[in-house]
């Protein structure tokens, strides 16, 4: 929670692990694991462990879920008037020109140094005046 507002940020799911669906050859294992940073294959050391069916759909199932962000509800409109309140650009008045429900974005029309100038805002950015 940030300024009163829950606020979603993304996590890795795994840090420092990639999955892949490949075929079990000694020439692809040797392949990956003299590419940099990459420690190795979890396993006994000499061979990796394939992952289950239900494992992958039990991590696909979890990806899919945190895929799915809640839409934020917009109450603005094009060409409205507003008032920037968080971020560089606070205290700021300008001009919604851009609604993009998905991401629960603005772009806002903002005058700096008197040329009129695009910033993409966060729904939560921005109020009415």
């Known amino acids: 929670i940030k300024d009163g507002e829950k606020k979603l940020s993304e996590r ?16 692809v294992f040797e392949m990956i694991t003299s590419l940099a940073g990459v420690a190795g294959f979890v396993g006994d050391g000499k061979h990796p462990i ?21 839409k934020t509800e917009i109450q603005f409109s094009k060409n409205q008037n507003v008032k920037i309140i968080e971020g560089p650009f606070a205290g700021f008045n300008g001009t919604v020109s851009e609604i993009d ?5 603005l772009s806002v029309m903002v005058s700096i140094f008197g040329r009129q100038t695009a910033v993409e805002l966060d729904v939560l950015q921005v109020d009415r005046l």
Do not use: C, F, W
């Open 12 to 27: 890795n799911l795994m840090p420092g692990y990639i999955l892949a669906h490949m075929a079990p050859k000694n020439d």
């Open 50 to 70: 394939a992952m289950s069916e239900a494992e992958v759909d039990h991590l696909l199932s979890q990806t899919s879920h945190r895929q799915e962000k809640p």
């Open 101 to 105: 429900p998905q991401r629960g974005k």
